[in-house]
């Protein structure tokens, strides 16, 4: 089984950017939809985007269309959250996952990352 690790967060000035990275170990990562989840203290996991396995679908979350950008390098094991244009609502702790389809529900994500944190301050 694949195991994940982030990185890349830190702190930042609201209106600027931050890339993240999730790299996979493992034979199979590029038979994988990857996702990328966040999760702000006291309030529910929210999705922020997938993408396929051969890069063909990509979906976000509506919160972050338009300033996030994910990717994925199979012959690295690696997909990347390049932020942009960051806004304080975005500090969080970012997971990134793999599942099987591309979909905003986290129940179809079966393989997670400890997660990395990211914060942006005013």
């Known amino acids: 089984q694949a195991q994940l690790v982030e990185s890349g967060g830190g702190l930042v000035q609201a209106g600027g950017s931050l890339r993240l990275s999730c790299a996979a170990s493992?034979?199979?990562?590029?038979?994988?939809?990857m996702g990328w989840f966040r999760q702000a203290p006291g309030k529910e996991r929210e999705f922020v985007g997938a993408?396929?396995?051969?890069?063909?679908?990509?979906s976000y979350g509506d919160s972050v269309k338009g300033r996030f950008t994910i990717s994925r390098d199979n012959a690295k094991n690696t997909v990347y959250l390049q932020m942009n244009n960051l806004k304080t609502g975005d500090t969080a702790v970012y997971y990134c996952?793999?599942?099987?389809?591309?979909?905003?529900?986290?129940?179809?994500?079966?393989?997670w990352g400890q997660g990395t944190q990211v914060t942006v301050s005013s």
């Open positions: 996952a793999a599942g099987v389809v591309v979909t905003s529900e986290s129940a179809y994500y079966n393989i």
């Open positions: 493992g034979r199979t990562f590029s038979s994988y939809v």
């Open positions: 993408i396929s396995s051969n890069s063909a679908s990509i």
